[in-house]
């Protein structure tokens, strides 16, 4: 089975191939569609080198839906299958408004049980910072939505007249021996306080030892020392669009 994989976040886009349970020529954009949509084109053509049976997209951002619907119809002269609640998922919704759900959310819970079993835990360190719960049963329950280290980093910036603004990436030293040393520790060290007591509230409150898996943009650089036992997987959102695209084909009982 291969198939293009689009997650349109609020920040960045990514594009790559699923293909027999991997995610090949990944490509990650900054602006999505609307703003880049010669880019998009290429991703796209990129990914589907040598033939795909369609494409899945996995968007929040409903305003650019449609020129992404123009833009597989025009480079691959196919469908786009729009993943939502009442697909055909690795996962049983269990949820009082399933079309509220993200379909990112929804892509994590679905490629995190297809690589990890459930129960589950599944933290995204995108814009936002989410946590999605998969029960034994494997039934997705909700979770957890926070800021994203982005906009808590930004915002300092915006509204103040004299920090800077924080690149996410780099060692995070002892104490701070700078303005920007100083912000990188909160963001870091603090951070990490953030998701250690969301994961202890959640295992608390359902009685349950979850498996933990992170994935998104920042999830590597937030957890790097933590000592919390996440396995860190890039591509997950991507894996679990092409698991929801597999799955839509399958033939109904």
């Not at 079309?99 to 990112?104: L, R």
């Not at 603090?190 to 509230?201: K, L, N």
């Not at 409150?205 to 979850?210: L, N, P, Q, V």
Request: overall charge positive.
């Amino acid at each position: 089975m291969r198939c293009i994989v689009i997650d349109v976040g609020n920040t960045s886009t990514g594009i790559g191939l699923y293909d027999g349970e991997k995610v090949l020529r990944a490509t990650h954009l900054k602006g999505g569609i609307l703003k880049r949509p010669g880019a998009c084109a290429e991703a796209v053509r990129k990914a589907a080198r040598g033939g795909v049976s369609g494409a899945a997209l996995g968007s929040v951002v409903p305003r650019a839906d449609a020129a992404w619907r123009r833009l597989i119809r025009r480079e691959l002269g196919c469908g786009l299958l729009v993943v939502k609640a009442g697909l055909p998922m690795d996962v049983t919704v269990d949820y009082p408004a399933p079309g509220t759900i993200g379909a990112d959310r929804l892509a994590d819970a679905c490629g995190g049980v297809r690589r990890y079993g459930a129960p589950l835990i599944v933290a995204d360190f995108g814009t936002a910072l989410t946590f999605d719960i998969v029960t034994q049963d494997r039934r997705y329950v909700g979770g957890v939505i926070a800021p994203g280290l982005p906009l808590m980093t930004d915002y300092l910036y915006e509204r103040t007249a004299l920090l800077p603004r924080v690149v996410l990436e780099g060692p995070c030293p002892k104490a701070g021996r700078s303005t920007l040393q100083a912000m990188r520790i909160g963001a870091q060290v603090g951070y990490r306080g953030i998701v250690r007591e969301i994961v202890a509230h959640l295992r608390e409150a359902m009685r349950c030892e979850f498996k933990l898996v992170a994935t998104g943009g920042y999830a590597g650089w937030a957890l790097k020392g933590s000592g919390m036992d996440f396995v860190v997987d890039p591509s997950l959102t991507l894996f679990g669009l092409g698991c929801i695209f597999e799955r839509s084909l399958e033939p109904e009982t």
